[in-house]
Structures are given as C-alpha cells and as structure tokens.
C-alpha cells in the first residue's frame, strides 16, 4: 500500500513595478556611477594626476614662473580663481534616465589641456573625460570599473530586497493506493 500526500500551494510574486526599478536603477547606478566620476574629475585638480591617475607633465619654466605669482601654491590645473575646478559637477534627468559629468566654463582655452597645444606649449592633461574614456569608462581598472561593478552590486541586492512572494497554503490531496 502506498500513501501519497500532495500540498497546493499557491505562489504569488508581487512584481515591480516600471517606475520603482527604474527608481532603482537611476538611484543605485547611475548617480552613484556619476558621483564617482565627478570625484575622479576635481581630484585630477588637487592630486596633480590625470583621471587615470597618470602624473602631469611638468610644466614648462616659463610657465611655471608665471603660475607662481598669479597663483602661488596652487596645483598644476589650478589657477589663481579656481573657476574651472569649481565648475566641474553633475546633472541628471531622471526622466529619461540620464545624467552627465561636466564644466559650466565656457571657456574654450580649457581644451586645449585636454587634447594639447604645441604651439603654446601646453602639454595634455586628462582632467577630463574625453570620447576615448568614454569608450573604456567600465571597462578598465584606471577609470570607473570598479565604481561600477559596485553600483550594479548594489541594484542587484536592492532588486531582490524589493522582490516579495506571498504563500498562501491551499490544503493536502491524501490519495491511497
């Protein structure tokens, strides 16, 4: 004689719904992931390193001289105002689910500390993302993997924080044989 016993259950997951996980992703991702840029863009000001954490070039001596009485004691990039190291920041557009990284300086000689100019001398310092960094942003350990190998980290965790199932016990099938 063999005796089976069936319990039904009934399984209910309540999903998220589109707005919550994009609540999710925009908070636990993407300013995360731009606040870590932001700071990676205004340390290349202070450290006297590009993003990548490469050192500048030295400057020049007749650059150098000038730098030291317009703007003594002061980093490389840095200059006797502070305007372009104060403009960097972040905006984002939660809506579209976007942010960027970026200068409110409109000043065009900027430039040409990111990509160099030979004829005044200036030699290229990434303080800034340019389309090349973009391309690797996550992909190397010098930019931002691991800021965000971090932020999906913790999406991952808060999405299956947010996943609840309801049980509900439906009784017992006894069947003799």
Do not use: C
């Not at 998220?16 to 908070?27: A, C, E, P």
């Not at 391309?135 to 980290?153: G, K, P, S, V």
Request: charge should be positive.
């Amino acid at each position: 004689m063999k005796i089976k016993v069936q319990t039904k259950i009934n399984f209910n997951i309540n999903k998220l719904d589109k707005q919550s996980v994009n609540d999710l992703i925009f908070f636990s991702v993407i300013r995360k992931v731009l606040r870590a840029a932001t700071a990676k863009v205004k340390r290349a000001f202070t450290k006297g390193q590009d993003i990548r954490g490469d050192k500048y070039e030295k400057l020049s001596t007749k650059y150098e001289e000038f730098k030291k009485t317009a703007a003594p004691g002061k980093p490389i990039m840095v200059g006797a105002t502070e305007k372009l190291a104060r403009s960097i920041g972040f905006s984002t557009n939660q809506q579209n689910m976007s942010g960027a990284v970026g200068s409110r300086s409109t000043n065009p000689e900027y430039e040409d500390h990111l990509n160099g100019n030979e004829a005044r001398n200036i030699p290229v310092r990434k303080w800034f993302f340019t389309e090349e960094e973009e391309r690797d942003m996550f992909d190397t350990e010098d930019m931002l993997q691991r800021e965000y190998h971090e932020a999906i980290e913790e999406f991952s965790n808060k999405l299956i924080t947010q996943l609840r199932t309801n049980f509900r016990k439906l009784g017992k099938d006894i069947t003799i044989k």
